[in-house]
């Protein structure tokens, strides 16, 4: 469209006057690094808006909402994540979650179910446009494009800083209804310090110590998610701690699941996010990779020659992901304008279907906990805590399962509190969610071993689970296995 800067123009505005537009009874739905002026914008208009509900990926900003005196203006809902930073709203019930895959989020939209309050606005971030007038949503894509072409009111900030991606990414200016422009900015002591702010008290110092030692590019993108971090998190990510020994362990034991010409994907949480950096894929040829986000060292597996997806039945010799999000500065340097590395909407790029019909197809994934008939539960603790959603555990770990040779394992701390707990469990405490149903468990690793549960029955699956605990709790796990299927 030639007029496209005519249409930019036309629908540059502020915060302020973007979020006039909303309603009472909207529902806005925000996906990971949401923009932060405008989520400011719409908390100062909280005493003029009722019934408000809010859909949050991923939330890293409070402007005030996860207070118990927005609640007539605000309802919240979590969707996919909750994390550290919004954890304490779930557990007080000042927000709900809302169970969903990445590939059928938007079901209930396309078919206007008529008993389902459907997202009718979107807030993003996106890049400046280009000579066509089209935009992107820069390394974390995620939904935004797939939001943007469903809801009513669009607003978007956008950042002059974002490197430049490649993939079926790009939407026309056209396809918004406000645009909000920051101009690239130096990060201040200011901003540092007010990033801090929303640290946790009792992390505060630990992590103020440690953003001296971040690359200012990479300060720029962490400063907003800083809340999210625990300062262990924040120090894996930025690759500054040794692995503990049990993740060693666990990476010799997941070495030989893992052979040439598979096409994996590695999920972010732990032990799963080392995996690359304790050396599991080095000596292996023809690696592909069809993930939903990607863990450090990604990129330095392409550089190497040993991810180069040449035996890939789909996105021949390309790396495919739904966000680079959890990749280093390292990668994202590698990744920015690249074109072996294609971004994808996730409805599309994680449709378990598509999933399934790449051969060889290994998922490499976590877990909170497992029961002795393979229950998988990546989610709660203490019964019905909810840690976590589910991300795009479900559809990887069930597309790699129906893969033809494919492989789907799950990564399992032998045990929690400093070895007081098994994670190894009789059976899942009352309410607990089961992320993988026990019919789709495949390969669970400890660092005591590999435990094989497809195609065997109950007391053989309680058997290999008892054979990887630790041996500290495998007489308990005996007996109970024994009480249980005799």
């Known amino acids: 469209m030639s007029d496209w800067k005519q249409i930019f123009e036309s629908r540059l505005t502020t915060p302020e006057k973007a979020v006039l537009d909303i309603k009472d009874g909207d529902t806005i739905n925000m996906p990971i690094l949401s923009p932060r002026s405008v989520l400011k914008a719409l908390w ?5 808006l009722r019934d408000v509900r809010l859909q949050m990926n991923a939330p890293t900003q409070n402007p005030g909402w996860f207070g118990a005196d927005s609640v007539d203006s605000f309802s919240i809902d979590f969707e996919t994540f909750i994390g550290d930073f919004a954890r304490s709203t779930h557990d007080e019930q000042r927000g709900v979650y809302l169970p969903n895959l990445f590939s059928t989020c938007f079901k209930a939209y396309d078919e206007q179910r008529p008993d389902t309050r459907l997202p009718n606005v979107a807030f993003v971030v996106c890049s400046m446009p280009n000579d066509a ?14 939001l943007v072409r469903r809801a009513d009111l669009v607003i978007a900030e956008v950042d002059p800083l974002m490197i430049k991606v490649h993939g079926d990414i790009y939407a026309h200016v056209s396809e918004f209804d406000h ?50 971090f625990e300062p262990q998190a924040l120090k894996n990510q930025l690759g500054l701690v040794e692995p503990p020994e049990a993740y060693k362990a666990i990476a010799e034991n997941l070495k030989p699941l893992v052979e040439d010409r598979d096409c994996i994907q590695i999920g972010v949480g732990e032990p799963s996010s080392l995996m690359v950096k304790l050396g599991v894929f080095d000596e292996r040829k023809d690696l592909g990779m069809h993930t939903e986000l990607i863990p450090p060292g990604t990129a330095g597996l392409v550089e190497r020659g040993i991810l180069t997806g040449k035996y890939k039945n789909q996105f021949k ?16 340097a590698f990744i920015n304008d690249n074109p072996v590395f294609q971004l994808f909407d996730p409805e599309f790029i994680l449709d378990l279907r598509r ?21 998988i539960n990546a989610e709660t603790v203490f019964g019905a805590r909810m840690i976590n959603g589910t991300g795009g555990q479900p559809e990887n770990h069930i597309g790699a399962f129906l893969s033809k040779g494919g492989k789907a394992i799950t990564l399992l701390p032998s045990t929690a509190l400093d070895g007081a707990v098994s994670r190894i469990v009789p059976q899942l405490e009352a309410g607990s969610l089961v992320t993988v149903p026990r019919y789709y468990a495949d390969m669970i690793v400890t660092e005591y071993g590999v435990a094989r549960l497809l195609g065997k029955n109950h007391r053989e699956r309680a058997n290999e689970l008892v054979a990887i605990a630790h041996p500290d709790h495998r007489e308990a796990l005996k007996k109970a296995a024994f009480d249980l299927f005799g």
Not at 44 to 48: H, L, P, S, T, V
Not at 183 to 198: F, G, H, M, P, R
Not at 355 to 375: E, F, H, K
């Open 44 to 48: 100062d208009r909280k005493d003029q």
């Open 133 to 146: 007038g089209y935009v992107n949503f820069g390394p974390h894509h995620w939904t935004k494009r797939s």
């Open 179 to 228: 645009f909000i422009q920051t101009a690239a900015k130096v990060i201040s002591q200011a901003d540092i310090d007010a990033a801090l702010e929303t640290v946790k008290a009792e992390h505060k110092q630990e992590i103020a110590a440690l953003l001296p030692l971040i690359p200012m590019d990479r300060l720029r993108l962490l400063l907003p998610l800083l809340n999210a």
């Open 317 to 332: 010799g390309q790396v495919v992901a739904a966000a680079w999000s959890g990749g280093s500065d390292q990668d994202m």
């Open 355 to 375: 999933i399934s019909q790449n051969d060889r197809q290994v998922s490499i994934n976590n877990a909170l906990s497992v029961d002795l008939t393979g229950q």
